[in-house]
């Protein structure tokens, strides 16, 4: 299992670089306020890397805080949800 989580982890890496940071620092050559520079060409992509670990890592805590054990948990607790509702207005205006 640890090996499969490894694989799975440098794999996600791997995606992440390749196609996502690396056109985003394309993009920032290219960029008019950004470009010319290399040392502020690493800036937005930094930050928005940063920005997503945030939110993920939050989320996580969120989630955690709340008392759910996984994402598929919440979201299974949400549809239960939108179902009792769903149900109870038809119970009312009787379809």
């Known amino acids: 299992m640890s090996s499969s989580l490894g694989f799975a982890a440098g794999v996600m890496l791997a995606a992440s670089y390749w196609s996502l940071l690396a056109p985003a620092c394309e993009l920032t050559k290219t960029s008019e306020f950004w470009g010319g520079n290399a040392a ?7 930050l928005g890397f940063l920005m997503g670990a945030l939110f993920v890592y939050l ?3 969120i ?3 709340m008392g759910v054990e996984s994402p598929a948990v919440a979201l299974g607790e949400l549809e239960l ?3 009792r509702k769903l ?6 205006s009787g379809c």
Do not use: R
């Open 59 to 61: 989320a996580d805590g």
């Open 81 to 83: 949800n939108i179902l």
């Open 87 to 92: 149900s109870v207005i038809e119970s009312v």
């Open 40 to 46: 502020m060409e690493v800036i937005p992509v930094s």
């Open 63 to 65: 989630l955690d805080h």
